[in-house]
């Protein structure tokens, strides 16, 4: 099996370097058998996505495609996604991601910083640094979620060349990018959503989505606030 060749450009004053990691090739994805090799994947989550459709369960998978996503409290789950099968992915590029045993070896632009936050020698050595760290964090839906660990492993990797991932720029990523598994995945996504503003319209008339409206507008403005206002971990350590 031949190894690519995975390379980082970077000028630091005027000098431009590369360097070279080997990194193996990875299988084909494989929906049927839930084999997502270093991909973000989505699914909706009950009650929830039937009134915010844009808000799901995220996990990231390792290069064998194996799935991982903080699905609760102490708990991570390891190839059984929670919550049904995924219905949106988009697969990363590991040339974007900074592997570096030390300082010297570093790709990124930003190495104190990133060696500060925490490396990793390969993608799945940044995922299994952040599973077991967040077998040790309590689960809340609007401060430290499966959002909160998937960020967590691209920070690791200074995935795009920066560690600045975070739950709004992470669901942004994944509605603005993310591909769809099957039609059905779509149907299964919005149906339930499209039923309750019927009912919900029917029933009490267009203040029901002004109510939506602004239920939405709350929740936005909250995990803005979460992610770029709040300083420091969010995640408590049992």
Known sequence: MELKSAGVEFEDGNLS???????????????????????????????????????????????????LDF????????????????????????????F??????HM???SYHHAERGVAISWDDA????????????????????HSFVADCLNRLAYGGH????LLNLTVLILWKGRWVHRISIFKSFFPFAAVICIGVLMTGWAFLIGMASFSLLLICWFFLVSYCFKGDRCSTM
Request: aromatic share 12%; charged share 20%; with cysteine.
């Open 108 to 110: 990124c632009r930003q």
């Open 163 to 166: 560690f600045r991932w975070n």
């Open 17 to 67: 370097r590369r360097k070279i990691h080997d990194l193996w090739p990875l299988d084909e994805l494989n929906p049927k058998t839930a084999r997502f090799p270093c991909c973000v994947v989505w699914t909706p989550l009950p009650i929830i996505s039937w009134l915010t459709p844009y808000i799901g369960h995220v996990g990231i998978c390792r290069e064998d495609g194996a799935i």
């Open 71 to 98: 699905a609760g409290s102490n708990f991570v789950n390891v190839d059984n996604f929670a919550y049904g099968a995924v219905a949106k992915f988009l697969q990363l590029d590991r040339k974007q991601c900074c």
């Open 127 to 146: 995922l299994n640094i952040c599973a077991q760290k967040y077998q040790h964090k309590s689960y809340n839906l609007f401060t430290c979620n499966c």
């Open 100 to 105: 570096a045993g030390s300082l010297s070896s």
